[in-house]
């Protein structure tokens, strides 16, 4: 690495880090991509004239508001909550709501900026966005649900609309969820505006395969990387983590293509099945999960040949892929070591920024195919996108049309990672997708002068 090379990177990071301080997700977002993209950055006096790298960490704005509500006894509840709208160079701002109690401004940050390049790389004409709040749904009744989601739209939609900002489902934020939110935006708002929300049910604007897309895109994505690296997902035993929409629909997607699902898990712990879940099986289990909103541990007690392991996560079991579907940073070095003494193939990020700085490195450098989120979990995102078309157009199209346009997309994106991603025996497909969603951003932001 030049002098050079070394120096700009190491100034980037400082600066961002003086600009944000307490927000270390977000750091992390920001450096990942600035590691694969200063040397063409370096390159282009274009994009160093116009501040380019600075420009796109910093979000369009953040908007952050209190949402009251009251609880089953009548207590008054009082939540945080934010939109970030970070990137509009290719779109409306575009990207899910999350409801956790780890929400911070950092998070949606870091959410926001990766949902970005994300959203490049689907090439179509979605900006970058994200947003959330601190509120636990764990242990919430069905109408506490409702009045959260309620209370919380009667802010929010005045900052969205299908031209604006167009949010959707992420972590704590499903279908049903959406169909409240997009209930009370109608009232609000005396509009039927499908394009608004993204998710919805299908009976009111809904696109086939939104809810699948994501879990599936990401096993269309893994096959296409094993494929051209002379392999295949057939018997590979793939290790999940988590057992949410991401989880499960990917677990549904490797089942059928053949592949042996030995884990899922959650915030309890681990379902362990040594010979691979079969469909049945996880059939059960996200009926489990999804519908009677129960906790993964049942699953040992009811399904034959499953274990429990109770606080543990699936990255010290033997596994050939590894598919992260819950959290960021759920694996770290020490998980990355372990996943390599047992011979690690592949890893998906079905999450977002699951995998350490430290331990991505690891991986990467030790010839392990990394798929990164950005690529890898496009598909949810990228239905949303044909689901905003369906709603402006008010038809309606197949789940064969959509199923195939997914495929098509993940194909895409995975070629784009191939051509960016250098030339080595092991694509780097960490590099080519910042490098490919970078160059398209950037082209944009040049193109709109300084604002
Ligand atoms: P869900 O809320 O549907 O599921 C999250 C899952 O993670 C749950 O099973 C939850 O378990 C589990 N979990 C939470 N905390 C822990 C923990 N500490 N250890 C183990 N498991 C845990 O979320 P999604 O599936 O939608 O999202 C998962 C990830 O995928 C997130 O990073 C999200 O940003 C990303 N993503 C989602 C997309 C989508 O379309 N939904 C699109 C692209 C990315 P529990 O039941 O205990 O809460």
New binding site residues.
């Given amino acids: 690495m030049s002098a050079a090379l070394a120096r700009a990177r190491r100034d980037f990071v400082a600066a961002v880090e003086r600009r944000n301080p307490h927000e270390p997700e977000f750091v992390q977002a920001a450096c990942e991509l600035a590691e694969s993209v200063m040397p063409l950055v370096l390159d282009n006096a274009d994009y160093r004239a116009a501040r380019i790298l600075e420009r796109m960490a910093e979000p369009d704005r953040v908007i952050s508001f209190r949402v009251c509500w009251e609880d089953d006894a009548g207590e008054v509840r009082v939540n945080r909550a934010w939109r970030v709208q970070f990137n509009r160079a290719l779109g409306p701002y575009k990207g ?1 709501m ?1 409801f ?1 109690a780890g929400v911070t401004p950092s998070v949606l940050k870091f ?1 926001g900026f990766e949902q970005t390049f ?1 959203n490049a790389l689907t090439g179509l004409p979605m900006g970058g966005g994200k947003g959330g709040a601190d509120f636990d749904p ?1 242990g919430a009744s069905e109408r506490e649900v409702m009045r959260f989601c309620k209370a919380l739209m009667a802010e929010l939609y005045r900052h969205i609309a299908p031209h604006v900002d167009v949010p ?7 279908s049903r969820e959406i169909g409240y939110l997009f209930g009370e935006y109608s009232r609000l708002t005396n509009r039927f505006e499908g394009g608004v929300l993204t ?1 919805k049910g299908l009976t009111f604007g809904g696109s086939a395969v ?2 699948e ?3 599936y895109g990401v096993i269309c994505m893994l096959i296409n990387a094993l494929e051209h690296h002379g392999r295949g997902l057939e018997g590979q035993r793939v290790a999940i ?8 629909h990917a677990a549904e997607k490797a089942c059928a293509e053949g592949a042996r699902v030995v884990t ?7 379902a362990w099945c040594a010979d691979g879940l079969d469909a049945e099986q996880i059939a059960w289990i996200k009926a489990l ?2 519908e009677r ?1 129960g ?2 541990s049942e699953a040992a007690d009811q399904l034959q040949g499953v274990e429990f392991h109770r606080g543990e ?1 699936p990255w010290r079991l033997p596994c050939d892929i590894a598919l992260p ?4 940073n ?1 694996i770290d070095d020490d998980d990355a070591r372990c996943l390599l003494d047992h011979d690690l193939v592949a890893l998906a990020e ?5 995998v350490t700085a430290k331990a991505s490195k690891r991986l990467r450098e030790a010839g392990v195919v990394f798929l990164p ?1 950005k690529a890898a ?5 990228a239905v ?1 996108g044909l689901e905003q078309s369906q709603n402006a157009t008010r038809v309606s199209w197949s789940r064969e049309t959509v199923e195939r346009r997914l495929h098509e997309i993940m194909r895409d994106i995975h070629d784009d990672c191939v051509a960016n991603g250098g030339a080595g025996t092991v694509t780097d497909y960490f590099r080519g997708a910042n490098v490919a969603a970078f160059e398209r951003v950037a082209r944009a932001m040049l193109a709109y002068g300084i604002v």
Wanted: aromatic fraction near 0%; glycine fraction near 22%.
């Fill in positions: 899910g999350r956790s959410l994300k764990h959707a489902g992420d972590v704590g934020v499903g998710g939104r809810e897309a994501t879990g983590s988590g057992a949410g929409n991401v989880a499960l899922l898990s959650d915030s309890d712990g681990t999960k999804l909103r906790r993964i996560q579907a819950a959290l960021e759920e079905g999450a977002n920024m699951p989120a979990n496009a598909g949810g995102v949303s």
